[in-house]
């Protein structure tokens, strides 16, 4: 079993709705990071969380300690919003373990 | 504004053959990370730092090297090239804030 597990591992989405992808971690963490990555290989990092939530934009990110799992939700998708996301955590040692990605294509 | 630049962008390697990707990056990060990316496998942590001098293995170290001898720098060496390399490696520079990707190398080994 992977430390990092996401869902879903693809997700097709019609422009405008709202979308959510899910991220739980089986190791002890310092922090969560949440990526996106285009089609054209580039990386961005998007939000690190240790605690609680962070909002950029249409971009939400959530974060439960206790409960092990971090969501990113995606308000008004766009089809510029069609990318991976990764979900990474960061251990304690700074070692980082990666999600294996969730595909999102959002059609307009 | 560089941020984090790799090089090279692209390189084919012969089997047995050595090289160095070199990342560089001008933000003044104490960590850095080299990563492999391999279609159905997604990132792996290869070595990371920490600080200028420091190194430590990360979750696919083997047969590869690294060196931080200046904070700026971080490379990655790979003595003995294998087509089990043939990989795109992306670096990243950061603080407990965030990070930031360079745009990656893609090595083949033949």
């Known amino acids: 079993k992977n430390e990092v597990e996401q869902s879903p591992q693809n997700l097709t989405a019609q422009e405008g709705e709202f979308i959510t992808i899910n991220c739980s971690y089986s190791?002890?963490?310092?922090?969560l990071h949440w990526l996106q990555q285009h089609p054209g290989g580039g990386i961005v990092s998007l939000f690190m969380?240790?605690?609680g939530k962070k909002k950029h934009g249409r971009l939400i990110a959530t974060i439960n300690i206790q409960e092990k799992h971090s969501s990113l939700h995606i308000t008004a998708s766009h089809p510029r919003d069609s990318a991976v996301y990764i979900c990474a955590v960061r251990a304690n040692n700074n070692d980082m373990r990666f999600g294996a990605g969730t595909r999102l294509t959002v059609k307009p | 504004n560089a941020g984090v630049t790799q090089t090279p962008k692209f390189r084919v390697l012969k089997t047995g053959q050595s090289m160095t990707l070199l990342c560089a990056q001008d933000?003044?990060?104490?960590?850095m990370y080299w990563y492999r990316q391999d279609p159905g496998m997604g990132l792996r942590l290869i070595h990371y730092?920490?600080?200028?001098?420091?190194?430590a293995k990360g979750e696919v170290p083997d047969g590869y090297n690294v060196s931080r001898l200046k904070k700026q720098n971080f490379l990655l060496g790979l003595e003995s090239a294998a087509p089990s390399q043939t990989s795109v490696y992306f670096c990243?520079?950061?603080?407990?804030?965030?990070?930031?990707f360079g745009s990656g190398t893609r090595l083949t080994v033949v």
């Open positions: 990243a520079s950061g603080t407990h804030y965030g990070y930031t």
């Open positions: 190791v002890g963490i310092s922090a």
């Open positions: 730092s920490v600080g200028e001098g420091t190194t």
């Open positions: 969380l240790s605690s």
């Open positions: 933000m003044n990060h104490e960590y």
